[in-house]
DNA sequence: AATGAATGAGTCTTCATTCAT
DNA sequence: AATGAATGAAGACTCATTCAT
């Protein structure tokens, strides 16, 4: 029982393109990723990627729909919104922080598609959407359990989301071989964020 | 005693061109910023912009050299090394945070900017230069007299400019008039990185 | 007895894809109109075209010859060559002119085709043939009966021709929704047509 | 007192550009006319176009407006209102009948960019307003006079125009190389339309 | 020094045509 | 025979940069 309504061969060619158009905007920049490019990183004719995407917008769109969608996902992993505040608190941002850490790629291209003004407001926040849900709803949970400061929430998230951001960016910046972070480092920067937002 | 060599009126024609691109990339993104465009809006040719800047680049590295600039003296503003880590910590950081919150058209040119390979990182680097040895040195003095953490410089640094300026750039997204931070806002966020970082 | 000697359903095909070209020609132009929407417009896919027509100017080239051969008939229908003159003259005429003016599609549609370079004059000519000798041979007896003036047949012949065509057409532009022409009309038309070529 | 208020070398270059579309539509057709050529006839960079054209649409009007204002212009070259109706209606149409005839490129051109939808209708409408007015009024006056036929004007006014219009295009098909038209011969046709319309 | 017209390489995008299935 | 995905050449248009005035 085939999940994919779409044929095998079609949902290759459009992530083709996708990886080759990350691939090429990480290392040159949104505006120094011509079509032509992609193309041929991708493999393909230039009228091909037409065939997938409406235009270059469209596609930046979908690559920016798609690395926060497996952000997204990686955070939730192995979420339990039955265990204690602390644990899910520990979960959700430790997992942010290895995906971030382990896929530099991603983690610039993030960066660099958030800043621009290619993709409008309106969409990168209901692409984030999922996740900022949970994350307000463990914050009120924290809050009522008067473990968290009492700040608004948007700043409570934004704080470890940013911190936590920037430190994987420079850590990539830094080391240009990245090896993933490691238990104990991230165990240390999580206890800065935790004692950051605790009451 | 002029402490600038050159002429008065042609540094207020290479301001004026940085300021007009400044607004331009703010509101329009810099691939949506044509040096004709710039030109109209600093009110003057297209080849006056070249007797000041030797290439678009050049000049968007200006303008990045410049907001940098403006920011470290701000957040070095009242910084008294002879104060003790707290005061020089939430001096500078306070600093910082409200710099980048009363300036939300340079906060977000900052963040374009940062975030555009256009500009390479060595040149970035050595922008933040003097803010970066100032705070390496408060973490050191904080460190000896173990008040704050034992982890990395670099680290606790960008743990907290990456949370304040996520806050700065949250705050001007969601309330497009902004109001400059409010004395009380700002204490609270310190409080959030000085409970972060402190042993 | 079949006159035909290709198959039933491949007539269809090649009838289905000359007018869905027609259809799609005369509502967005020749420019606006791709092999590709001709495909969907016809139902079947873009290679199937190339089965009947050879390319894309092969196609229009055969969409204009079966329209001039429509015509042609049209113009020609209940015409008999026994007739005197002046039958014979607003036969053919008020053929044509009703042809013209019921079916504003081919009508806008020739006065495109005719008008392209991208149909060579040869080719048109040719297309009319028919039409223009039996028009000529009226000339000519019309002459010898000393009924017209004495100005070349194709003078006489253009000057009915276009000044017919002419009028329909202004008649669709003004009228969106096209009532075919009445009898009154077209007769009043025909005799203008006869009053300036009648000696 | 120099009635253009732009610069002389300016005009030129507007005018060489006009000029070199005008030639190369006429002998390509639009489509077969891309900028790229243009720029090449009119011995400048394709970009120097579009200082002067917003688009190659809007090229193309403004070489539809010239042409029609000129032929407005040529056809009420002497044209007297005082005159009687006769003298009135050869002045206009002959006027109409050798710029046509005198100007092969131009009529060609006319008959391809009316029958494109590339321009739109009210546009053309536009641009015939002048000589349309004049026309309107001598029919008026003709019918009041009980010279001419009771029909629509519009009908008195394609009619004439029509015919005379194809008969020119006609005779450019024919030779190639195009000899102006005699006075007999235009008198003749003036003739033919005349009779047509007379009551 | 200042201007802005001119340039043409480079960008995105379309579309006639082909060919593997 | 029919399809429609793939191609890439070609088109419209932009823009950093130059240079004559």
């Known amino acids: 029982m085939n999940i994919q309504s779409q044929p095998r061969h079609i949902m290759d060619r459009r992530e083709q393109i996708l990886q080759a158009t990350a691939n090429l ?25 037409y065939r997938y995407f409406e235009t270059k917008e469209d596609l930046v769109r979908e690559l920016y729909k798609e690395l926060t969608t497996q952000m997204n996902q990686a955070c939730l992993q192995d979420y ?3 265990a204690c505040i602390k644990v899910r608190f ?4 430790g997992n942010f922080y290895r995906h971030m850490s382990s896929n530099p ?3 610039a291209l993030m960066e ?17 959407e999922p996740l900022r849900q949970e994350v307000d709803q463990l914050i009120d949970e924290g809050k ?3 473990l968290f ?8 998230a934004m704080f470890t989301f940013g911190s936590l951001a920037s430190i994987a960016k420079k850590q990539h910046n830094m080391a240009e071989q990245c090896q993933p972070a490691n238990v104990y480092e991230t165990q240390n920067l999580l206890n800065l964020c935790w004692d950051a937002v605790k009451a």
């Open 80 to 82: 339990d919104r039955a």
């Open 105 to 107: 790629r991603d983690c």
């Open 25 to 49: 905007i990480a290392e040159c920049g949104l505006q120094a990723s011509p079509m032509s490019k992609v193309a041929k990183s991708a493999c393909c004719g230039a009228g091909t990627i």
């Open 144 to 146: 009522q359990q008067q």
């Open 112 to 128: 660099q598609l958030s800043a621009s003004p290619a993709i409008c407001c309106h969409f990168k926040d209901e692409a984030m």
């Open 90 to 93: 520990y979960t959700i941002w």
């Open 149 to 156: 400061k009492e700040l608004p929430n948007e700043t409570l």
